[in-house]
């Protein structure tokens, strides 16, 4: 079997039910074309058994993989990327639907035409938050989510309607080259949950790479399906983030 042209990777931590749909619409987006990307999903010991989901989509080149102790986002990617041999690696949250036709190709086209490291597309979420029925939703009750892209290193919102460089992009929905990846070490562990990504570009950014945020390019995201950042986990991150950039 030749090697994948992406990985695309997911971490589970109790959201077995958002996976169905997430793998639907990624299997549905793929096929048909150029990109031959392998999906390897990672229960962070969240009690939920996969064992259905991964003799279901088996044929698909879904591999679910187990982890004995939660050991958070950012090392929960970081275990998967150490799994692939691909050149790019897509980092999707389990909450996810894609929505747009060609979405995996016109992300991978975006990185190839900017030269980027990163990529990241624009996030849509429910106007009524109380809905989680997302895949039942029209484009007209969804709004832009916050937090998509920043142009700093704080997590301010913003709206760009065009394709520009940004300071980061949202973990939630992000592609990035693998040999960049590698040579940064991936993400820091110590961030278990939150602003993993936004300390990741910074790395990056600081070695002369490129961030870049593509609005073009929409993908549905339930939000905060593990946790809210609202909670110990976002302060927690929020300060070693803080820490970090003041022994730059």
């Not at 939703?137 to 290193?153: I, V």
């Not at 929905?173 to 040999?179: E, G, K, M, V, Y």
């Not at 990056?204 to 929409?218: A, D």
Request: hydrophobic share 40%.
């Amino acid at each position: 079997m030749p090697k994948p042209t992406i990985a695309i990777q997911i971490v589970n931590y109790k959201t077995k039910s958002f996976l169905e749909p997430l793998l639907t619409s990624i299997v549905k987006d793929i096929s048909g074309s150029k990109v031959f990307a392998e999906i390897s999903i990672l229960d962070n010991d969240s009690g939920d058994d996969l064992s259905d989901l991964a003799r279901r989509w088996k044929d698909r080149n879904v591999s679910v993989f187990m982890h004995d102790s939660n050991v958070g986002f950012g090392a929960g990617h970081n275990i998967l990327a150490r799994k692939t041999e691909a050149e790019y690696i897509l980092l999707l949250n389990p909450d996810m639907v894609f929505i747009e036709p060609d979405t995996v190709s016109r992300l991978l086209q975006t990185m190839i035409e900017t030269q980027a490291t990163v990529v990241g597309p624009r996030l849509l979420w429910p106007k009524d938050r109380r809905n989680r029925e997302l895949h039942l939703l029209e484009l007209d009750q969804l709004e832009q989510q916050p937090w998509d892209h920043g142009r700093d290193d704080k997590r301010r919102y913003r709206i760009d309607s065009e394709r520009c460089s940004v300071a980061w992009v949202s973990g939630a929905a992000f592609l990035i080259r693998r040999d960049a990846f590698e040579a940064i070490s991936g993400f820091d562990e110590k961030f278990f949950l939150y602003y993993e990504e936004v300390d990741l570009c910074r790395r990056l950014r600081k070695q002369g790479k490129r961030i870049v945020y593509n609005p073009h390019i929409q993908i549905l995201h339930y939000g905060s399906a593990s946790a809210n950042k609202i909670s110990l986990y976002g302060f927690k991150s929020l300060l070693r983030l803080e820490l970090k950039k003041l022994k730059r």
